[in-house]
């Protein structure tokens, strides 16, 4: 298995600004990924974060909204720029072992826009 | 597009007593597997039990089992002898065998458990 952690636990920001969320696995797993659960709602995949390349991004999500740095294997950032009060949610950061039939998370990134 | 469905956005169990969550889901894909996450509070996802399509014997995992119908494409969870720590939302999730890592998750269904 895989510990994730990630800072911060939670935030409030306010309108137009942009915060980064960091993931740290303790232990070196091929795939990493970026998950946005609204209040309420399941868990939406935003983008897999690629180890010395651009991040694949879902339909709904682009690049200079969320972006995505993954610069070693246990180690990744996500940006939130420019918010709304719509990106107000959870931000929960996955790791997958080697096989890929395990998905671990992280306890999630609580954010609050004003 | 897969599609994974929780119809039932809350159930309520007494403790020791049994309860069960469905799920169905909608894949033209022959190769997957299925899941069931809890989300307590903490906010914590944890992978409950897992099932690989290509296996027929249903996954058991100490209190927690499935009914795994692929025909039917349904994917049931039980909780037997439930306990208050078993208070929280249960997702059910599915990934393609081709699509590494992408989970597709239901709406979740909200587990009360009640003395």
């Known amino acids: 298995s895989a510990v994730i952690s990630q800072k911060p636990s939670r935030d409030i920001c306010q309108r137009g600004t942009s915060l980064t969320i960091q993931c740290q696995v303790d232990?070196?797993?091929?795939?990493m990924f970026w998950y946005r659960q609204q209040p309420g709602q399941s868990l939406t995949l935003i983008a897999t974060?690629?180890?010395?390349?651009?991040?694949?991004?879902e339909s709904g999500f682009v690049i200079d909204k969320f972006p995505i740095s993954r610069p070693n294997l246990t180690f990744s950032t996500l940006t939130v720029s420019n918010m709304s009060p719509e990106d107000s949610s959870i931000y929960l950061c996955?790791?997958?072992?080697?096989?890929?039939?395990?998905?671990?998370f992280g306890p999630g990134t609580r954010l609050t826009v004003l | 597009a897969q599609t994974v469905t929780q119809s039932q956005p809350e159930m309520s169990v007494q403790e020791a007593e049994t309860v069960t969550l469905s799920c169905t889901y909608d894949?033209?894909?022959?190769?997957?597997?299925l899941f069931w996450y809890k989300q307590p509070p903490s906010r914590q996802m944890i992978l409950v039990i897992r099932?690989?399509?290509?296996?027929?014997q249903n996954a058991t995992e100490n209190r927690f089992s499935v009914n795994f119908q692929k025909a039917a494409k349904s994917f049931s969870l039980k909780i037997s002898d439930s306990q208050l720590g078993d208070a929280a939302m249960y997702f059910c999730?599915?990934?393609?065998?081709?699509?590494?890592?992408?989970?597709?998750f239901g709406a979740g269904t909200q587990v009360v458990v009640t003395p």
């Open positions: 999730a599915y990934r393609s065998a081709r699509v590494r890592g992408k989970l597709q």
């Open positions: 894949t033209s894909e022959s190769d997957y597997y």
């Open positions: 099932q690989e399509a290509y296996k027929q």
């Open positions: 996955s790791a997958g072992t080697s096989g890929y039939n395990e998905q671990f």
């Open positions: 232990s070196q797993v091929t795939m």
């Open positions: 974060a690629n180890q010395g390349s651009e991040a694949t991004y």
